[in-house]
């Protein structure tokens, strides 16, 4: 090889090395890029959640029956969405005796002998998902979704579970249940006294016959509720445009942009009032 062929290949190896650096140097720079906005969208949707909490306080103290806030779009693609759970509308694997476990698991269709593995497992410790207990696959745990559940003290709301649930307490007879179920909505019950007087005399025999049993387990409004609150950011593009239904705000036109283009400056047009954009549960 003589001079002019090594000068040559000496300057592509040096043209390769600063080709290869210039190209990690823009992926450090793309993934540092990426790695601002992913920290961006996060506090984002952050604070979105954060509002959506509050918002949902707003309605709660408006209506105390609201249980789901609908997705709220809250600008420049935010949005978030909220809910409500009482856990005494439902049957804690917890807290409940074999009986009631029994009983609740026979009439979802789900085998009577995994209440025995329900209180076996339970002795080791809480149970944080119904899913620790063997032979509670997915399948079964789906059936019985809406009767039980982990969390919460252990009562149960008369004004909100299901008639599944409200068959596992002391006192109840199906007289008791129906009229408690068709009561929700426009008169609900509210004390144990109120309820007797409302039963028939047979009925309210069997409920003073286990009176004592069926306040301890029964309540009337929600001890707690359990609230989920989610937000996110989508892409601008593929926002749709919102449109308010409870709380409607006038919407510039798009000629005018934010200000009035030139032709309309002319004609004596006006930019749209500024306004705060609140949008309800849907």
Do not use: K
């Not at 090889?1 to 090395?17: E, H, P, Q, S």
């Not at 789906?142 to 068959?167: D, S, W």
């Not at 007797?196 to 016959?209: F, I, M, Q, Y």
Request: net charge positive.
């Amino acid at each position: 090889m003589n001079r002019r062929g090594f000068v040559l290949l000496a300057v592509l190896w040096v043209l390769t090395a600063l080709a290869a650096l210039t190209g990690a140097g823009l992926l450090v720079a793309r993934l540092g890029s990426e790695t601002t906005r992913n920290r961006v969208l996060l506090a984002r949707a952050e604070w979105a959640r954060e509002a959506c909490g509050e918002i949902l306080l707003a309605w709660f103290a408006v209506d105390p029956t609201i249980r789901v806030l609908n997705p709220i779009d809250l600008g420049r693609g935010t949005w978030c969405r909220a809910s409500l759970e009482d856990p005494a509308a439902r049957l804690n694997l917890n807290t409940a005796d074999r009986d009631a476990l029994a009983q609740l698991f026979h009439a979802a269709c789900v085998p009577e002998a995994l209440a025995e593995s329900v209180i076996v497992v339970r002795t080791r410790g809480t149970l944080y998902d119904a899913r620790q207990v063997p032979g509670l696959d997915s399948t079964v745990a789906a059936n019985l979704a809406p009767f039980v559940t982990v969390r919460g003290t252990g009562v149960i709301n008369v004004n909100a579970a299901p008639p599944e649930v409200l068959r596992t307490l002391p006192g109840l007879t199906e007289e008791s249940i129906f009229l408690l179920t068709s009561r929700r909505v426009l008169r609900p019950v509210h004390s144990a006294d109120e309820l007797a007087g409302l039963l028939s005399r047979s009925s309210r025999t069997v409920l003073l016959g286990s009176y004592a049993e069926f306040v301890r387990a029964a309540v009337f409004d929600p001890p707690q509720l359990i609230a989920t609150v989610e937000g996110g950011v989508r892409e601008r593009r593929s926002w749709p445009v919102p449109r308010s239904r409870r709380f409607p705000c006038p919407v510039a036109s798009p000629s005018f942009a934010g200000r009035p283009s030139e032709a309309d400056r002319h004609a004596g047009a006006r930019a749209p009032p500024r306004c705060r954009r609140f949008h309800g549960p849907r």
